[in-house]
């Protein structure tokens, strides 16, 4: 890997045979393992502008429709996130002479409040080519990381770390877009700076702003994409037409009535699932259904791919295929092909439903033939969650081969968020194409799929909670470990659910002091389980008022699922209380709440007692409040699969229902007061 210093260049054909296709990763850490930002990307001309709206790509516009850019979203490190987008060189238009990589921060936060922050431009079997931290980070909350840029018909990267006080808007300025600065006055009476980026042009279409989290009562930014830097009264001239968007088709998520008499008349399907009996024949029709819908749904099959170096391209997908391997033929579950101008890239694919794990021999077996014939990919697929530092199956690669093939692996939950994302929140190209998703989608939740993500706790949970039970499991048991495992990859499955039915990110939280290995964190976690008998995880959902922090007591058999609600230092106390009663307005009664004071335990109470009396909320020798903790309990779930009675499920019910019913009642609390004068808010009665 080349390790790059600010301003230093190199090019990619220096670096890599292959560097058409990249992976350009951005990544942060904090102390507390919630710190974030969102990444862009600008496609600029020769004159360093960008041509029209569709050249911004961020959270809400995700992916070019030549398959150049595609950001594939965040994924969890030990201590933060990592950004990655898939840039396809050989895709990107003629005339665009830069792609610039970016990222902004948001509700005021700065990228000083962040470590570690690094760009890495990785080719498509995953190996990084390059690298470079950005070490002078302050108050800055806007960031260009580096850039992409052409040199005749070669592809070279420098690294910029250009940061902006002024944040997304003055970075979007130095590239020709408009930004109008005015005061404003919000309907509670704030004045505030309120930027707004404005395109000149008629049909400039308004990209949504960098999201607020819950509370910040800040001006929102309004960014649309211009060409050029005339006044809106006189619109820039065009050579052509601008590049719009394609309108986009999501389904509702609530079903129109059915025309059924009753409830025994079941709907046809495209892809039937009651029939099937063996694991055989559910891995069969299991790959069979989702890569034909991958090679139907350009928007799918992409978004799976993108991240394996997969080109943006005409896709074929095939099922069963016989390639020769020593004296007996292999038959791989799938293969997918890729076709862009000329070249082909192909992936071998494994599948396994159920509880079936993959087998490494199986898999070496692939690599092996993939290495031979020139492929790019094998891509493993099964109800399995794979972890940083923790592989599911163990391969070796021939160093002697000058052709190197990257194993991936995807689990049957991240194909479910990616099919929800689409049609649920960001649509697909047409109706049918949104139909197919929905079809893909019943079948893959239907009990008899075998395709449910990850759904069982391991041999080791049962030994291990009556190892705690009966105060028996030794410090070092090696099962507590894999217990963690298990835990850790429960709530990355959580997240990818809870992320796809809301249509926002839903990260887990990893807290460990920076430059902790995956292992030496979950070595400790394991010994915290076996003295303390609980199992703690945090998940970060964009919006929320904080991390929401979710505990598996595996002595009392209870679940704990909690938020913290910071209090500012210059807040009345009694103030405090009050407003938080009033947030919780439609709350459950048995929610717990504590307030949080330093150094000591505070008063606690559910809100059906403290709604009356929301002064017994404040601590009486008059310490300073700095928060409010809200929890609900539940009973744990005993066996460990995903049945009803199971702790899996029990997980499952115990999140929703408290982003339901309690994060989900702080949000719309504090959009509502947001709109209201202080005045009214601190006149308004207290529910009672």
């Known amino acids: 890997m080349r390790e790059l210093s600010k ?28 710190g974030d930002a969102d990444v862009s990307v600008l496609l600029l001309d020769a004159n360093g502008k960008v041509r029209s709206d569709a050249d911004f790509f961020y959270y809400n516009n995700p992916a070019a429709d030549d398959g150049s850019v595609h950001l594939l979203g965040k994924t969890p490190t030990d201590s933060g996130s990592e950004d990655r987008i898939s840039l396809d060189l050989t895709a990107v238009p003629a005339d665009v002479d830069r792609l610039v990589v970016a990222a902004s921060r948001y509700g005021g936060s700065r990228f000083g409040e962040l470590d570690d922050l690094r760009m890495t431009v990785a080719d498509r079997t995953g ?17 260009i990381f580096g850039e992409l840029y052409r040199r005749g018909t070669e592809w070279k990267y420098r690294a910029i770390g250009q940061g902006y006080e002024t944040g997304l808007a003055g970075l979007a300025t130095d590239f020709g877009i408009d930004v109008d600065d005015e005061g404003e ?7 505030e700076a309120a930027e707004e980026i404005t395109a000149p042009a008629p049909s400039a279409q308004a990209v949504p702003p960098p999201r607020q989290p819950a509370g910040d009562a800040t001006a929102a930014t309004t960014v649309a994409v211009a060409v050029g830097t005339d006044t809106a009264a006189t619109p820039p001239k065009r050579t052509r037409g601008p590049r719009t968007a394609k309108k986009k088709v999501t389904l509702p998520a609530q079903a129109k009535k059915t025309l059924a008499e009753n409830d025994t008349w079941r709907s046809a399907r495209l892809f039937p699932a009651p029939s099937l009996k063996s694991d055989k024949e559910r891995e069969v029709r299991a790959t069979s259904v989702l890569l034909s819908v991958m090679a139907q749904v350009p928007e799918f099959g992409r978004r799976l791919t993108a991240a394996f170096g997969a080109p943006a391209g005409r896709m074929e997908t095939f099922t069963e295929v016989s390639l020769p391997h020593g004296d007996t033929p292999k038959r791989p579950d799938g293969v997918i092909r890729v076709e862009r101008a000329g070249k082909l890239w192909t992936a071998l694919v494994e599948t396994k439903t159920n509880g079936n794990g993959l ?11 993939a290495a031979r014939r020139g492929y790019e ?3 493993t697929l099964s109800n399995d969650v794979a972890l940083e530092g923790s592989p599911l199956v163990d391969v070796k690669t021939d160093g002697r081969r ?3 093939v990257a194993l991936w692996h995807l689990s049957w939950a991240e194909v479910t968020h990616q099919a929800h994302m689409l049609i649920r929140h960001e649509g697909v190209g047409n109706a049918a194409h949104a139909w197919l998703l929905q079809e893909l989608l019943h079948y893959l939740q239907h009990e008899n799929s075998g395709c449910h993500g990850f759904q069982n ?3 080791s949970w049962v030994p291990v909670r009556n190892g705690i039970d009966t105060e028996t499991l030794g410090q070092d048991d090696p099962r507590a470990v894999e217990v963690v495992e298990s835990w850790e990859r429960l709530i990355r499955q959580v997240c990818l659910r809870l992320g796809g039915q809301l249509g926002q990110k839903a990260l887990p939280v990893q807290r460990a002091p920076r430059g902790t290995t995956p292992q030496s964190r979950r070595a400790a976690l394991a010994a915290q389980l076996c003295e303390e008998g609980r199992l703690t995880a945090g998940l970060r959902v964009d919006g929320s008022p904080g991390v929401i922090t979710i505990t598996a007591d595996l002595r009392t058999g209870k679940l704990r699922t909690s938020v913290e609600i910071p209090v500012p230092e210059s807040a009345y106390p009694l103030t405090s209380a009050k407003r938080l009663m009033r947030r919780l307005a439609e709350a459950p009664a048995d929610l717990h709440v504590e307030t949080l004071v330093e150094g000591h335990s505070g008063p606690r109470g ?12 404040l601590p009486k020798d008059g310490s300073r409040i700095a928060g409010f903790r809200l929890s609900l309990f539940k009973s744990m779930g005993g066996s460990r699969g995903n049945a009803e009675s199971g702790f899996i499920r029990s997980v499952d019910d115990a999140v929703d229902r408290f982003h339901a019913h309690v994060v989900a009642h702080l949000q719309e609390a504090e959009r509502r007061t947001s709109r209201r004068s202080p005045e009214q808010v601190s006149d308004a009665p207290v529910p009672v």
């Open 457 to 459: 706790m391991g041999a």
């Open 127 to 143: 190996e990084v080519l390059l690298g470079f931290s950005i070490v002078d980070a302050g108050v800055e909350s806007a960031f």
């Open 377 to 379: 990919a094998v891509i």
């Open 606 to 617: 559910t809100l059906e007692r403290l709604r009356p009396e929301p002064g017994d909320m």
């Open 185 to 191: 006055h919000d309907e509670g009476g704030h004045e």
């Open 402 to 404: 000058k052709h190197k």
């Open 359 to 369: 087998k490494s021999e199986q898999v070496q077996n692939y690599m092996d033939i």
């Open 7 to 34: 301003g230093a260049n190199v090019g990619l054909a220096e670096l890599s045979d292959d560097a058409g296709s990249v992976i350009a990763s951005l990544s942060w850490s904090s102390n507390t393992g919630d």
